[in-house]
């Protein structure tokens, strides 16, 4: 069985997630600087996300024409993505949390940057030959658990407001 496909499917997830989202924010208009800093950031939650998935399903066919086919460089290039994007978001949420602009689902934030973290530790404990090594299945999980991520981020970007109420402006100037 070719595993590729798989993890051509997965490509075709995340880009139709992408292109969805492109779609829901110009349907609601306005230019991405009038967004609530909410908004924002699960926009860029959910465009980080479904590339990265994007990116990690089609590097391996890619490598494989240039026939480079060990799977712990993937495998550590996996983890360092998700480590840093999930450190990266936490930061904002909880920049966006000092200045007054809560969110609505803390637990889901807490249960997100957990997995996030997880996955980064198992990925590079398979790095030391733990969990039968760095191979396709692990790094298939890696991605898997991106794919999910983008998920999530879009059933959160399509609970939330597009513009600011409020103090909205003034925490998007502090922001940026």
């Known amino acids: 069985m070719d595993h590729y496909i ?4 997965i490509a075709v997830v995340a880009i139709t997630l992408a292109a969805l989202t492109s779609i829901l924010a110009a349907v ?8 609530a800093p909410r ?6 939650m959910l465009v980080q996300y479904s590339m990265g998935a994007l ?6 066919s890619l490598l494989r024409d240039f026939n480079i086919t060990s799977w712990t460089g993937l495998v550590v290039l996996l983890a ?5 994007s999930g450190v990266h978001f936490l930061r904002r949420h909880w920049q966006l949390e000092h200045v007054g602009n809560a969110s609505r689902s803390r637990t ?23 969990m039968g090594g760095a191979n396709y299945y692990v790094y298939h999980f890696g991605v898997a658990v991106c794919l999910l ?7 959160g970007f399509l609970r939330l407001e597009p513009r600011a109420t409020g ?6 100037a502090w922001l940026e």
């Open 39 to 44: 908004y924002r950031l699960g926009f860029w």
């Open 28 to 35: 609601r208009g306005g230019h991405l600087h009038e967004w």
């Open 80 to 84: 360092l993505f998700q480590f840093g």
């Open 149 to 155: 991520a983008s998920l999530a981020a879009f059933v």
């Open 167 to 172: 103090q909205g402006n003034a925490d998007a």
């Open 108 to 130: 889901i934030w807490f249960l997100g940057s957990l997995t996030m973290f997880f996955t980064s530790a198992l990925l590079i404990w398979s790095t030391f030959e733990m």
């Open 55 to 60: 990116g990690f399903a089609l590097l391996p």
């Open 6 to 9: 798989e993890l051509d499917t």
